[in-house]
């Protein structure tokens, strides 16, 4: 009985940590970039576009398809590094239970 309750405590702690983490990834915001840095957008920790930047040198006649790709590729890259942060940020809240597929669990 002893093992379970230390056990609980331990689930306890954890569900802090995993709130807390979301909380700080609610705060979080990260960059992403096109085009050797003509292009940038700026994603909140909730996926959420916040910021678009362009280069002057993108705003010429023609230039729309460019741009277009441009402002894709740069959101890529800004989701590809949230979800990193996410994952990193989700895995070191987790502690040792991380990856063990524990139900209620997010999975890493």
């Known amino acids: 009985m002893k093992d379970l309750n230390s056990l609980m405590k331990q689930a306890q702690a954890m569900q802090q940590k995993l709130a807390d983490a979301q909380a700080k990834l609610a705060e979080l915001s ?5 085009g050797g ?12 576009l916040a ?8 705003m010429e006649p023609g230039e729309g398809e460019v741009v277009a790709d441009l402002v894709v ?16 940020m ?14 209620g669990m997010p999975k890493f």
């Open 51 to 58: 910021r678009v930047d362009l280069d002057e040198s993108l």
């Open 37 to 48: 840095g003509m292009v940038k957008v700026t994603l909140k920790g909730s996926g959420e």
């Open 90 to 103: 989700m895995r070191e809240a987790a502690g040792p239970l991380a990856g063990m597929g524990l139900p």
């Open 73 to 88: 590729a740069a959101h890529a890259d800004a989701k590809r590094k949230l979800d990193q942060h996410q994952a990193e």
């Open 30 to 34: 990260v960059e992403g970039t096109s």
